[in-house]
């Protein structure tokens, strides 16, 4: 990556400490707004989409092609996700729209992962901890609370720490979520129930609402140009049934087959993350 | 690799649909024998070892360095492999020898790592398949019956299939194996004690005996030239008591940190992998 995005994501990551903070959110915009400048001067390709209903696009720069980029849910301007920033600060519920913030999130995530795709060879990591530091950051300035990665175990005589996910206390007698953040899932995502399995092993069934946010399950073929969703549904369902309950999965862009599953009975429930800003409080206070 | 070895590992691959026959266990013994051939010529190097008990070298070619052999385990020399495989051929369970079983499998399988680690790049998947396709053929040959990898499911309105690791199914009112193969786990393991879950809950609880087999959990500093384990015994417990249970976790080398969970209570049984020939009808047999 460029010196210039190198230094706004260094940035990011000396605030991470503290990811509720506003200053997070304005870094996040900073490092945004630097991405879209890179890329404004890149060529774009057309992807042929095989997901019905959805078109693709990717960036191309010399013989590098970035992901797949949904074009509905793709506007390389910053307007959206300033004003999300500022309704999460502010914490006011009515100036959520479950579509645009979606978008506005989508628009963040996805231009600094395509830009490492365009700038990197074969970097995975640096787009899954950007995105752990992005969802991160909205998901605790929208509740008032910074994350935890590990849990003390007192389970007679153990005595240990359990690490995981990111998860969030509201404190005694209230609500903790369960947050695996993910750029995809594939078949690793059996980990996603297999930890919520072991939360509600551990400290109780219910204690710990489980609400993984994934930003998109897409595969290009960079030679044919292709773009496909790698999706399970049916192994989904058989882990919800028989592994532990997750109450939401959040996607930046819901994958067709997954979205399917929720008119299913019984049904997983699998939206767009921009619902998560309107139903927390829901989320919080129904009783399962 | 080189041609002959390349050659070698291609016959292999053509003879898996049949993986307990054995011509298998012929191919593998000519890939060894290959392995062996190519190894004697390389450099070995020093290891230190941060592990109690064990001595580590490592196979040096050019600038590229294999992963750690545990020096106690390793005998370059295929006499105790061909006794092996004739002993599973005649199903004389007289002829078997726990450490001397262990050693001969450990030798076969950590010389094709060894080779693919200098002569490959960050090929990870080469050295994970033919080591499925070593234990497949054991253990396939021992129980006399070939594995497969898809099971149906039939729940009420569902019919699908589930993908599984290696199960091995003895017939009707008898024992199943659930045999997941790994060169190592690190933090994926979870996904072992899950899909053990899956298979309790989609098919009753003691149908699957989970058996998992790796090969070693160590990790080379390859600046420092030093050689560790990377264990997590205190999760491994919190996954078997709330997740599922396993049977055995059979090592070929077996981690000391690992080890030590045989003698807390309750017990998880961590044990070299040649017990397994050993033990196998017992463990068929045995109420539980």
Redesign the interface.
């Known amino acids: 990556m460029s010196q210039r995005v190198e230094e706004k994501y260094r940035a990011i990551q000396r605030l991470t400490g503290d990811i509720k903070a506003p200053e997070v959110g304005v870094a996040l915009s900073d490092l945004f707004q630097e991405c879209l400048r890179f890329l404004r001067k890149v060529k774009c390709v057309e992807l042929e989409s095989k997901i019905p209903g959805k078109q693709y696009f990717a960036f191309e720069l010399g013989k590098k092609i970035s992901r797949a980029i949904n074009k509905a849910e793709y506007n390389p301007d910053s307007n959206e996700w300033d004003r999300l920033l500022k309704a999460v600060q502010a914490g006011d519920a009515s100036a959520f729209s479950i579509q645009d913030d979606t978008r506005a999130v989508y628009a963040a995530a996805i231009s600094f992962c395509a830009l490492i795709d365009l700038t990197k060879s074969g970097d995975q990591k640096t787009p899954g901890t950007f995105f752990e530091y992005l969802i991160g950051h909205l998901f605790a300035s929208r509740l008032g609370v910074n994350p935890r990665t590990r849990l003390p175990?007192l389970n007679l005589d153990?005595d240990?720490t359990?690490?995981t996910d990111f998860v969030f206390d509201l404190g005694a007698n209230r609500a903790k979520f369960h947050l695996p953040i993910k750029t995809s899932t594939r078949e690793?995502v059996?980990?996603v129930?297999?930890?919520q399995?072991?939360l509600?092993?551990?400290y109780g069934t219910g204690r710990f609402i489980g609400t993984p946010v994934i930003l998109a399950e897409t595969k290009t073929d960079t030679k044919k140009r292709e773009v496909v969703e790698i999706c399970l549904p049916?192994?989904w369902?058989?882990?919800q049934?028989?592994?532990a309950q997750l109450k939401r999965i959040y996607y930046l862009d819901v994958p067709v087959s997954y979205a399917r599953l929720n008119e299913v009975f019984p049904p997983l429930c699998v939206r767009p993350f921009g619902e998560y800003f309107v139903e927390v409080d829901t989320l919080i206070s129904s009783p399962s």
Do not use: E, S
């Open positions: 175990v153990m240990t359990l690490p690793r059996i980990q129930w297999a930890h399995r072991v509600d092993g551990v049916d192994q369902r058989i882990y049934m028989h592994i």
